[in-house]
């Protein structure tokens, strides 16, 4: 399974995403397969040069390595997003030429008002009611005159059913989600769904192995595959890591980098086996190099919660799950919830409703305890997504 792991150069390379590179890196090499390395710097103005040669000196420290990729060339460079918007245009233009996209006049704040409703699932935006999908050529080119249009790929009603390798049996009807989607910004940018499926179309990639955080993307994707006449690859969102407070790892958490981890004298293949403890992989405080993970690695034995990291072990320089105690839940206003604990070294911490859960905690399903750890399951947004159940693991130290 021809692999890839594909970073955003907008900061350090933290923990959460040295985990998911790993589960990337062990799937494809377990195959024997190559492994490509794509730096995703669409959204330029947060990216920068530093950013990207400091993620790949941290994923080559970590004894991750790559056939292809910005810094060694391949078959398919360029493996820079920034320098491959004139194949996006092409395949934009393709697809506007075949009708299966149309040109959108409409503003953010007009698809909200037509919509009705102020947010949508995930951070797209309402659904799109369709308003420009009939317009004339007359009416295009009349509009042209004073608004730049986006793109947005024409999506039917129909239930697209995959298989996520870690997560089973997934579905979504994206006409109820989302709708018809943007390909291209108005502002010329290319949209994440467009540039993704395209790279990951022309570099032959066979499976995508990527964080939770972008599973909601997968079936959007899945209809650009079709649009482009190409087969999807396999699909594996891996968990994420999580701060104490249920939101995913920033500069807020401490100091996480990898680049932070290797100035205090940590070594790769303690780093590798706190990463792999907490994927269940090995045993804690195990010293290990990525290659000896191989032939225990499978998708099916990941855990499928996000790991809640204990920022007072990070500082000490470890990533140990945490032992809660005291665990107490309380509703608050507007549907969210607050779960509090007490963590090692005495500290309280507090879990709650928050936008990295993508919407908001419409009804704690259940809390439950066991040895492995304190789960709490959150219905996030029922209505628009009834199959998806969010659910942060506060693992139990051994
Ligand atoms: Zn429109």
Redesign the pocket.
């Known amino acids: 399974m021809r692999g890839r792991f594909a970073p955003s150069p907008t900061g350090d390379l933290h923990l959460g995403g040295a985990r998911t590179a790993l589960c990337a890196w062990l799937s494809a090499r377990k195959s024997a397969s190559s492994f490509v390395l794509r730096v995703e710097d669409l959204d330029r103005p947060r990216c920068s040069a530093r950013a990207e040669t400091s993620i790949l000196s941290d994923i080559r420290f970590l004894g991750l390595d790559w056939d292809e990729g910005p810094d060694v060339g391949g078959p398919h460079a360029p493996y820079r997003q920034s320098e491959r918007s004139a194949r996006y245009a092409e395949v934009r233009d393709r697809l506007l030429d075949e009708g299966r996209a149309f ?4 503003s953010r704040a ?2 909200a008002r037509a919509a009705g409703a102020p947010h949508g699932p995930g951070d797209d935006g309402p659904r ?1 009611p ?4 009939t317009l004339s050529p007359a009416e295009i080119a009349e509009r042209m005159k004073t608004r730049s ?2 793109v ?1 790929l024409r999506v039917d009603p129909e239930r697209i059913d995959w298989i996520d390798e870690a997560h089973g049996a997934q579905h979504e009807d994206v006409s109820q989600t989302v709708g ?1 989607f943007v390909i291209a910004r108005s502002d010329g940018v290319f949209a994440y769904q467009l540039a993704v499926v395209v790279d990951d179309a022309d570099m032959r990639i066979e499976e995508v192995v990527r964080g939770d955080d972008l599973s909601s993307s997968t079936a959007r994707q899945i209809l650009l595959y079709r649009a482009l006449g190409r087969g999807a690859p396999k699909f594996a969102h891996v968990p994420l890591v999580l701060g104490a407070d249920g939101t995913r790892l920033s500069k807020r958490h401490g100091d996480i980098g990898l680049t932070a981890l290797r100035a205090r004298g940590r070594s790769a293949p303690s780093i590798i086996g706190a990463l792999a403890a907490s994927l269940g992989l090995c045993e804690p405080g195990d010293q290990i190099h990525p290659r000896d993970l191989l032939s225990r690695f499978s998708f099916s034995s990941l855990p499928r919660a996000a790991t809640v990291l204990d920022p007072a072990c990070v500082q000490g320089n470890c990533v140990a799950p945490m032992a809660p105690s005291g665990v107490s839940v309380k509703p608050l206003d507007a549907g969210a919830v607050q779960v509090t604990f007490t963590g090692s070294a005495g500290a309280i911490y507090q879990l709650q409703s928050s936008a990295d859960f993508h919407g908001p905690w419409s009804d704690l399903a259940a809390v439950t305890a066991d040895d492995k750890g304190v789960c709490v399951y959150v219905d996030a947004d029922a209505a628009n997504h009834p199959t998806r159940y969010y659910r942060a693991l506060i693992p139990v130290a051994p």
């Open positions: 040109y959108c006049f409409c007009e698809v799109y369709g308003t420009c999908r249009p986006s947005r018809d």
